[in-house]
């Protein structure tokens, strides 16, 4: 050591030697020991000096040490300092951040985690944490841890964690490892950020889609529905979806669409019940509103269906009405869970929301089937009534016609290119000339199409047709196209013809029969007839003796034979026309209306009648408007109609003897129409020839054919007006029929 001066107080200098000896660690100068003596001690002596250089190191790896230690105080209160900083910056981050060893274990989470997930340190530690994903992502995440470690890069998934209140909410999880120089994974670091709302919105964008997707696709339906209960599924976190269908008559409920549904449910629950105490669905449907059931347990809607739940196992049911456009119930969606549940906000405008992706789907499906049977029916009724439809552009001549259009024809329209033009060159001249006219014509004068034509098809045949369309106005009143129809009337044109021919025949057979009643009915009236030919007769006769003997005086009274033979005149007249009468109902002509007087004519039939009516002892009675004016009928005709309704009554009557015999004839004008009545006070009709008394060959008499009344309506309907029987007039019955007062023969 250096011997060195010292300096006591007062800077005075000791005036006494001392020892520096360098305190040195590995070749290190640590610091430099100095030794003097004071007044009150002696400065070493040169004995202990080797003592001192023995302990010089050790004094140096002490100090050395001491520094060290120093100085890793301040490290570690500055790491502290450092550590409390980080934390209460990640604990008031807004997204979850966490840390954990390459195992997952020695795990750290952030405050907003812990709060999120409502778990204790506790209980997240030692891999608790992988719990609070939802079980279906949990597989995913693992992979992904699993690629993080082994790969050592950032990775991460989308996934669906528990919150403290039972509900899972989409997150992005990002996590990078942190590795030493070694390459060795000394920590791994993760944030989680929820991105529920924007996840939600895109499960719905992509629902929606594939669902329109596969409506373009023309998929079934159920495949369709089946869609939408998935998606609906992952957006309500629900056990399991349905969507049951109303049938026509709106009572029962079936399934139509779901997802995770268990086994046999589809069938425990189809055919429930529409009404207001039948479950979520059957009272959601009946209802048209929304039911919320939180606890089926202990909601009575549900005790009709306490074996479904207890098989089951469901605790909640959220059932939403699926609405048409038109107010009538499609049918339901159903969100079932295993748990008791409210429904929230997000859930409520998931299941409104995919209520009404359900109804536009079961519309355009059931739009959909409709057009197509309905186009099924058009083809099969174009096919059966030998119909085509067409289209015609005028301004480029495009034609297009339907399939049974081109049947018709023989060949398509686009085999002759589609033109209006290049069809009818296919035509013979004057076939297309009569279609290019009526089409011409059509066009200029802005009409609609009708007209017949006939075209004779590559085969040779020919065909007639009936060509209809409707004209298409453009904005400025010009007529733009045609859409119309050509029908092949050939085969109704043959039975046209042969209904004319067959029609004539039955006027001739009709007039026939006619003629043969008329025949009968002056059979039934030949005592009545005789009564009446035989009055002028006897007054022939009377008239012929009395002029005899006028002449035979002694002096002939000549004025008095002259009036006897004026008499027998007169009588002769009136037996002529009593004739003429006979010959002209019962003799063989065609129809022939003109107008007439019903006074007059019902005249002649009483006069053919009279003796009938007085023989039965039946009192008559006409009540006749005097205003009445000439009906346009056939005279003929309408006699028979009238001797049959007086024979009739007559008939009647003869069994009548409790009361006075009565016959009323009765005429009423009724707007455009006379209605003329026939009654009479005897026994009426029985109850079980009501429905059948017009009916041919139905009748009473032992020796009637059964066509007096059959023919009678025939007649009346022939002239325009109808007959019925007035049933239920006390006694008797009466025949009412109308006449048009100026509609001819029909």
Request: charged share 25%; proline share 4%.
């Amino acid at each position: 050591g250096a011997k060195a001066g010292h300096t006591g107080e007062g800077g005075e200098p000791f005036g006494e030697e001392g020892y520096f000896i360098p305190l040195v660690k590995k070749s290190r100068l640590i610091a430099v020991l100095c030794l003097t003596g004071s007044r009150e001690h002696k400065k070493p002596g040169p004995d202990g000096l080797p003592t001192l250089l023995a302990i010089a190191p050790h004094a140096a790896i002490a100090l050395d040490n001491a520094k060290l230690f120093s100085e890793l105080e301040l490290e570690k209160a500055d790491l502290a300092e450092r550590e409390h900083e980080f934390r209460m910056a990640n604990d008031t981050m807004p997204s979850m951040t966490w840390s954990a060893d390459a195992n997952g274990a020695n795990e750290w989470f952030n405050k907003e985690w812990y709060e999120y997930t409502g778990l204790t340190p506790e209980q997240a530690c030692n891999g608790g944490w992988k719990y609070v994903f939802h079980p279906d992502d949990r597989a995913e995440s693992a992979a992904t841890w699993h690629r993080i470690v082994t790969k050592r890069e950032m990775s991460g998934l989308e996934a669906r964690k528990l919150r403290h209140d039972g509900e899972y909410r989409w997150f992005i999880v990002r996590a990078k490892p942190h590795c030493d120089a070694t390459g060795r994974i000394v920590r791994c670091y993760g944030t989680e950020s929820d991105i529920d709302d924007l996840k939600r919105a895109e499960i719905l964008l992509a629902g929606e889609k594939r669902s329109f997707e596969m409506m373009t696709t023309d998929q079934p339906l159920a495949t369709i529905l089946d869609s939408l209960c998935q998606t609906l599924f992952v957006l309500t976190d629900a056990a399991f979806v349905t969507i049951m269908l109303q049938d026509e008559e709106g009572r029962t409920l079936r399934p139509g669409g779901g997802y995770k549904l268990p086994d046999g449910f589809s069938d425990a629950v189809c055919g429930i019940p529409v009404g207001p105490e039948f479950g979520s669905c059957g009272t959601a449907a009946f209802r048209q509103e929304p039911v919320w059931i939180d606890n089926v347990d202990k909601d009575t809607r549900w005790d009709c269906a306490r074996d479904i739940v207890d098989r089951f196992g469901f605790k909640s049911c959220w059932s939403t009405p699926i609405m048409s456009g038109r107010g009538s119930v499609f049918g339901t969606i159903a969100v079932y869970s295993n748990r008791p549940r409210s429904a929230g906000d997000r859930e409520r405008q998931a299941i409104d929301r995919f209520t009404q992706i359900a109804s536009f789907v079961l519309e355009r499906k059931i739009a959909e089937d409709a057009l197509r049977k309905s186009e099924a029916m058009l083809a099969e009724g174009q096919r059966i009534s030998h119909t085509g439809s067409w289209a015609w552009t005028v301004a480029t001549d495009k034609l297009e016609w339907s399939e049974e259009h081109g049947n018709i024809f023989g060949y398509k329209v686009s085999e002759v290119g589609g033109t209006l033009g290049s069809m009818l060159d296919r035509m013979l001249p004057e076939e297309a000339g009569l279609v290019r006219e009526a089409m011409r014509k059509a066009v200029s004068e802005k009409t609609d199409i009708q007209f017949e034509y006939q075209a004779t098809l590559p085969g040779g045949n020919t065909i007639q047709l009936l060509c209809t369309g409707r004209a298409s106005v453009g904005q400025s009143g010009e007529v733009t196209g045609y859409v119309g129809t050509t029908m092949d009337i050939t085969e109704r044109k043959r039975v046209e013809s042969e209904l004319l021919r067959s029609a004539a025949h039955l006027r001739e057979v009709q007039a026939e029969l006619e003629h043969v009643a008329r025949a009968t009915t002056m059979g039934e009236l030949a005592a009545s007839i005789a009564h009446e030919v035989n009055q002028p007769l006897t007054g022939i006769v009377a008239s012929g003796g009395a002029a005899l003997r006028w002449l035979s005086k002694a002096t002939p009274d000549v004025v008095r034979a002259r009036d006897s033979l004026k008499n027998v005149i007169d009588d002769g007249r009136r037996a002529s026309e009593i004739v003429t009468r006979i010959r002209k109902m019962f003799r063989k002509e065609m129809a022939t209306v003109e107008p007439i007087r019903m006074t007059e004519l019902i005249g002649d039939v009483i006069s053919l009648t009279r003796g009938e009516l007085q023989k039965t002892k039946i009192a008559l009675k006409l009540d006749i408007p005097h205003n009445l004016p000439a009906i346009p009928v056939d005279r003929v005709q309408l006699q028979q109609v009238f001797v049959n309704l007086i024979l009739n009554a007559i008939e009647a009557l003869r069994e009548t003897s409790d009361r006075d015999r009565a016959l009323t004839i009765d005429i009423a004008l009724d707007g455009e129409y006379a209605t003329i009545g026939v009654n009479d006070n005897g026994p009426g009709i029985p109850e079980d020839r009501v429905e059948s008394i017009f009916r041919p060959f139905e009748t009473s008499k032992a020796n009637g054919m059964g066509m007096g009344l059959s023919i009678c309506r025939t007649i009346v309907e022939n002239h325009g007006g109808q007959m019925r029987l007035i049933h239920g007039s006390a006694p008797g019955c009466r025949f009412e029929f109308t006449l048009p007062l100026e509609l001819a023969i029909a």
